[in-house]
């Protein structure tokens, strides 16, 4: 695993406003975005802040003094690469708005927010939060569907909420430091635990794993011509890993890689059967349906029908001159 703390930092014996301004400046950079301070708090003012990277994922704990800040439209559009922020509050509060939304979140609440919109926020009370923060490109597009059906204040008696809350402290944990995981693995997790929250009115008459398993037969089937049609290109478009795609089709009776080639297959076995691909070659009919190397298709056309597609050409022909 790629894992490493890549800052811990307090305010230590820096007074007021310049221990405010360096808490601000460290809590951006390892945000990676850009936002405006509020007014400096007057008086004392403690901060302190620790920061681990796992892959392309970011693992912010923090903890501040009363203080107050906003981020703008003009911040949101010029972020070169969206973001997804999901906080676990463990001790005070703060006040925030986003997307037009106020909610007050305290100590037990998990709240998701993304660089997309406007927000502006204000600690009330002295503030220790954990923050997970990754590239939007890394959420599921369904997790990120999601997002825009719910509060992004989580309900607290979810139990995905639960358990997303106990993921993002268990990572920002020191004894997670040389823990042996993944950051695919982390990523499945916050997809499934962000999935799982929604209200259960939004999830239909279908579970999780069928709604996204009939999203990605829908996207095979529409990409079946494409010759680079593969296990991680499907991954990487619908941002999960390959394990969890994998896990998506682990009750079917075939894996994603056979589901592709059955239905190129098939495709070709009705064109080879049709008058309209009659006057096509057969190497053209396996090539239009995302065949890159004609004896494989051949063997695999044979294997699966019983004959070769000249035969199947043939048989069809003949049985169309009987009709």
């Not at 894992?3 to 945000?31: H, N, P, T």
């Not at 220790?128 to 719910?150: E, G, I, T, W, Y």
């Not at 499934?192 to 794993?209: E, M």
């Not at 349906?289 to 029908?305: D, M, P, Q, V």
């Amino acid at each position: 695993m790629n894992c490493f703390v890549r800052e811990s930092w307090d305010s230590g014996g820096i007074r007021g406003a310049d221990a405010y301004e360096a808490w601000v400046d460290k809590l951006m950079s390892a945000q990676g975005s850009d936002w405006c301070p509020g007014k400096t708090p007057g008086g004392p003012f403690s901060a302190s802040l620790r920061h681990k990277v796992i892959g392309d994922i970011n693992v912010i704990e923090s903890r501040c003094d009363p203080c107050s800040g906003y981020r703008t439209e003009k911040h949101a559009e010029s972020i070169e690469e969206p973001s997804v922020i999901l906080l676990s509050y463990l001790e005070g509060g703060e006040h925030i708005e986003f997307g037009g939304e106020r909610y007050t979140v305290a100590a037990g609440d998990t709240f998701v927010w993304d660089s997309s919109k406007a927000t502006q926020f204000e600690v009330y009370e002295s503030l220790h939060k954990v923050a997970l923060a990754m590239p939007s490109r890394l959420v599921s597009h369904n997790a990120l569907a999601a997002l825009n059906q719910m509060p992004r204040k989580f309900d607290p008696s979810s139990g995905s909420r639960f358990l997303l809350s106990n993921l993002i402290r268990a990572v920002a944990d020191r004894d997670f430091d040389d823990a042996e995981v993944e950051s695919d693995t982390i990523l499945d997790a916050v997809n499934a635990f962000v999935l799982g929250a929604l209200p259960g009115g939004l999830h239909h008459d279908q579970s999780l794993r069928e709604r996204q398993r009939c999203e990605i037969i829908r996207y095979i089937d529409q990409h079946l011509p494409d010759p680079t049609l593969s296990v991680s290109q499907i991954a990487n478009v619908h941002r999960i890993s390959k394990r969890y795609l994998h896990w998506l089709f682990r009750d079917q009776s075939v894996t994603v890689n056979e589901l592709i080639i059955l239905k190129r297959l098939a495709g070709c076995q009705k064109d080879l059967s049709s008058p309209v691909g009659a006057h096509l070659q057969i190497g053209q009919i396996a090539y239009a349906w995302g065949f890159s190397n004609i004896s494989h298709f051949s063997k695999r056309y044979r294997a699966h029908y019983g004959e070769s597609p000249t035969e199947t050409r043939r048989r069809a022909a003949e049985e169309m001159g009987q009709g």
